[in-house]
Nanobody, 122 residues
Framework: QVQLVESGGGSVQAGGSLRLSCVGS???????MGWFRQAPGKEREGVAT???????RYTDSVKGRFTISKDNAQNTLYPQMSSLKAEDTATYYC?????????????????WGQGTQVTVSS
């Protein structure tokens, strides 16, 4: 089973940028990979996915601000997050799923990491 470890979270002011990383024990080319997040008192929310062909998808609230990419050789997944807003504050989880659906990622994910905290102050 794939194991995922996230890093790169932290505190940043609104308008700033962060780059998270997720290292997997083994990436499979048929897998969909992505990120979901959970803010305190809220449901988990899919943020972005990238499929085996490198096609990325985003939830509307992060389009134009977040970019997801992966390095198969390094078994690493990245979201580059810019123009951060206070509402982006959450714990971010890296996940693997057989099916690529941003909105359904929290439900369809077969494996996810322990999460990394992102706090954006306004």
């Amino acid at each position: 089973q794939v194991q995922l470890v996230e890093s790169g979270g932290g505190s940043v002011q609104a308008g700033g940028s962060l780059r998270l990383s997720c290292v997997g024990s083994a990436f499979t080319y048929s897998s969909c990979m992505g990120w979901f997040r959970q803010a305190p008192g809220k449901e988990r929310e899919g943020v972005a996915t990238i499929d085996s062909r490198g096609i990325s998808r985003y939830t509307d609230s992060v389009k134009g601000r977040f970019t997801i990419s992966k390095d198969n050789a390094q078994n690493t997944l990245y979201p580059q997050m810019s123009s951060l807003k206070a509402e982006d504050t959450a714990t971010y989880y890296c996940a693997v799923s057989r099916f690529c659906s941003v909105s359904q990622l929290p439900t369809l994910a077969s494996t996810w990491g322990q999460g990394t905290q992102v706090t954006v102050s306004s």
